[in-house]
């Protein structure tokens, strides 16, 4: 399968053609513009494509796992559960989210509804990572738990360039490198090219 046009097709991402000066590039929610942008719940809609999604991350994380099978599979709310989901149907096993919670320590992802015992061995599975922050703090909310958090990450698409999650290694359908610029220091606007919000414009992006 080919993932990167698969999902350029349905809207899940798209990518800057940085030599068509014709063509917007992505306003962020943020405000902030960007080069690239991923919405996965246009996976999340369509279940057989979920279902295919998961088979396809199964077989990238077991290259890493070998014979280690998880008995969780575990995501943080709420972008990965559907796919974390997928994945412990398909592998037999158990499944959990992490949610997020705010304490002391700031904007945390916490498991709030379910009791994975001490030691059990838990696959990450993640949707998206930019910065990785809900997926880092899901990992070092499980490992206080005392739940053994496997050597690998699954996620749908990587977009921050960077293989791992703190001493985890990721492994990603779709790895491409997604830049964001504040509005005022956008080197894309330079070229000439507009922003615009990715939904509902997604035939004016530059292809
Ligand atoms: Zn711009």
């Not at 330079?190 to 939904?199: C, Y």
């Amino acid at each position: 399968m080919n993932w990167v046009k698969k999902f350029g097709e349905i809207g899940v991402m798209w990518k800057l053609n940085p030599d068509n000066h014709e063509g917007a590039h992505a306003l962020l929610t943020s405000g902030n513009h960007s080069d690239g942008f991923v919405n996965c719940s246009k996976i999340a809609e369509d279940p057989a494509l979920v279902s295919e999604v998961a088979t396809a991350l199964i077989e990238m994380v077991n290259e890493v796992l070998g014979d280690v099978k998880p008995e969780y599979v575990v995501g943080p709310a709420y972008g990965a559960i559907t796919f974390a989901h997928e994945v412990a149907r398909q592998l037999g096993v158990k499944f959990a989210f992490t949610e997020v919670a705010y304490t002391d320590e700031g904007k945390m992802q916490i498991m709030k509804r379910f009791d994975i015992p001490k030691g059990a061995r838990v696959l990450v599975i993640e949707d998206v990572k930019s910065t990785g922050m809900s997926a880092l703090k899901t990992i070092a909310s499980l490992e206080e738990l005392g739940i053994d958090v496997l050597p690998v990450v699954g996620l749908i698409i990587n977009r921050s360039g960077d293989p791992t999650l703190g001493d985890k290694k990721v492994v990603a359908l779709v790895d491409v490198k997604m830049n964001i610029y504040p509005e005022d220091g956008c080197s894309i606007c330079k070229t000439g090219s507009e922003a615009v919000r990715p939904k509902g414009n997604w035939e004016k992006l530059a292809r």
